[in-house]
């Protein structure tokens, strides 16, 4: 067995069809199925289905592929240990996945990564959080920034970093003698959300559950930019996260307001496999993140004139490294 075999396993698996993987190792496409009929006849199994074109693995298949997934990393991983030798620093590509609303903060992270590193290069995509799980399982990301309640995570690290908050981002008619405003009351907009497949979604809909109501959106999109679009420019409402402020502030003809009844924070982290060594790369963005305070940063951000509403500090707490356990969802 060759571990170039290995390579042509799991391009087939990414690309889903014999052609394109062969092109993605730039070979032809019979030598990407001499190689993997020949890691059949080693191991004596057959590992993919055959039809008139690519129809998945058989369960032996997907057994050998987690295995080459990992034995890959572990390779990759070697050559960038031992590597390191003749650079000065950490060297390599760090990959980075981020659920959409902690997109404004990201850069908070990966700013001071990159000051602390600067032989290092980034790659940061938006992904759902199930797209970040599916991802760092199968070794096509070294972290993901996602939310650390919610959902199952079994065979991942944590490292907390922030609680997210929510505001209502209303037209300024809405509410004009308010302060703050219940989520059964946004109930009734005409509200424009994010898709279900998110889980921002997922919270808020647990969220206006517990305050007795469930809500049919009028507009859905999976893009929290796109939800501050429509509000700005119609008779829309919508509720963001906080940190979404400290990118866009608040738009021209828009209000926020800090929603109440239940007041409520979900976590948002860093989640890494749970492996050991963990690549190089890897353990150096945790060793950032825990030398940060991303939570007064975001803060800091948000709009003079909108801090005190959401009950936010004005200016930066002092610096403080972060445990790495998650932290539950809360009624304040």
């Known amino acids: 067995m060759f571990l170039r075999q290995l390579e042509y396993l799991t391009a087939l698996a990414r690309e889903e069809h014999f052609g394109r993987a062969a092109a993605a190792c730039w070979v032809s496409q019979p030598t990407l199925s001499d190689g993997i009929r020949k890691l059949e006849a080693e191991f004596g199994v057959s590992v993919v289905r055959r039809g008139h074109r690519f129809e998945g693995f058989t369960p032996e298949g997907e057994r050998l592929l987690a295995w080459a997934r990992r034995l890959l990393a572990d390779r990759d991983q070697l050559v960038a240990e031992f590597g390191r030798a003749s650079h000065q620093g950490l060297t390599g590509r760090l990959r980075l996945g981020a659920v ?9 992270l ?4 990159c000051e602390r590193h600067p032989g290092t290069s980034l790659t940061v995509l938006s992904l759902t959080s199930a797209e970040i799980h599916r991802r760092l399982i199968d070794f096509e990301l070294d972290a993901g ?14 490292i907390p970093l922030y609680d997210e908050r929510y505001v209502l981002l209303t037209s300024q008619g809405e509410f004009a003698d308010r302060t703050e405003v219940g989520w059964a009351e946004v109930a009734g907009l005409p509200l424009c959300l994010l898709t ?7 919270i808020l809909d647990d969220l206006f559950l517990r305050a007795g109501v469930a ?39 828009t ?22 060594p ?17 939570q007064s940063d975001i803060d800091a951000l948000v709009p003079a004139g909108v801090a005190g509403a959401l009950g936010t500090p004005a200016a930066p707490r002092p610096r403080r490294g972060t445990g790495s356990s998650p932290v539950e969802p809360s009624d304040q």
């Open 215 to 253: 809500v049919t959106p009028r507009m859905e999109t999976n893009s929290v930019s796109t939800l501050c679009s429509h509000v700005r420019g119609g008779n829309w409402a919508s509720v963001i996260p906080q940190a979404w402020l400290g990118l866009l502030g608040v738009p021209p003809g």
């Open 100 to 108: 959409p609303a902690s997109l404004p903060p990201v850069s908070l």
């Open 110 to 113: 990966t700013g001071p990564f």
């Open 196 to 202: 279900p497949d998110m889980q921002h979604r997922r």
């Open 145 to 158: 920034l996602t939310y650390l309640t919610g959902e199952p995570l079994t065979g991942f690290r944590t």
């Open 255 to 276: 209000r926020v307001l800090p929603l109440v009844e239940p007041t409520a924070t979900s976590t948002v982290g860093l989640l890494v496999l749970d492996r050991d």
């Open 278 to 294: 963990q690549p190089l790369v890897t353990s150096a963005l945790i060793r950032v993140a825990e030398d940060l305070d991303l």
